[in-house]
């Protein structure tokens, strides 16, 4: 077990809906990251927060939006939802904002656009 | 053409045979390289942290880095059942850049 907790573990919805993705790092660590992976894609990073501010952008696409509250869980927001978005979003988490190594990944949300 | 190319595999070996998964990429910035192991409905783990060229070895695990020819390596020896995973290779170019993620290639050890 990582440490690193995200919920729900699987989602269905429609085209068009939005839905919300969360995530709580492990204990002590302030920096979190939203990867997508997809079998066409492989593993793309999206964003990172690091102590609630917004640290690095990826692939993001305009309708997912994050936030990272004071108590350092993160949500992904996913709205007009299109049948590509769906995947598996990981939500990954390290103490600092540079520590490439000791970056500890969810099990992650299997999310199904139908 | 992906900046990081790794072969999806399926790769299928036998219980004790020595595994070699590899990785090229195009990016000549990459400085960090990284293996992580993906079991079936779960998230990556990390096995290995390069930095820049040379070789780690961690118990069964080697990583290799050549970035001269912008390719990097990971040979598993005496191969388990319980190493039948996807290996996906990461890099980036600074400490704390996104990662960049090969594809991933799909082990298979059979007892």
């Known amino acids: 077990d990582s440490g690193v907790t995200q919920t729900p573990k699987h989602l269905i919805t429609a085209t068009g809906q939005r839905v919300t993705l969360r995530c709580s790092p492990r204990?002590?660590?302030?920096?979190v990251y939203w990867y997508q992976q997809s079998l066409d894609q492989g593993l793309q990073f999206l964003i990172q927060y690091y102590n609630g501010e917004e640290r690095a952008k990826g692939n993001i696409l305009e309708r997912f939006s994050a936030q990272q509250f004071p108590d350092l869980h993160s949500e992904l927001n996913l709205s007009s939802l299109e049948l590509g978005d769906s995947a598996l979003y990981f939500c990954?988490?390290?103490?600092?904002?540079?520590?490439?190594?000791?970056?500890?990944f969810g099990s992650g949300t299997q999310l199904s656009v139908l | 053409q992906k900046e990081v190319e790794q072969d999806p595999g399926p790769l299928s070996v036998p219980e004790g045979a020595i595994v070699s998964l590899n990785c090229t990429y195009s990016n000549s910035a990459f400085q960090y390289f990284m293996w992580y192991r993906q079991y079936s409905r779960k998230g990556p783990e990390l096995l290995m942290y390069t930095y820049s060229s040379g070789n780690k070895e961690d118990g069964r695990f080697t990583a290799q880095v050549d970035k001269s020819s912008k390719y990097i390596s990971l040979f598993i020896r005496d191969s388990q059942p319980s190493d039948s995973a996807t290996y996906l290779c990461a890099m980036s170019a600074n400490a704390g850049n996104m990662l960049t993620f090969g594809g991933g290639t799909r082990l298979m050890v059979k007892p």
């Open positions: 204990s002590g660590d302030l920096s």
């Open positions: 990954a988490s390290s103490v600092g904002v540079s520590d490439n190594e000791k970056l500890f």
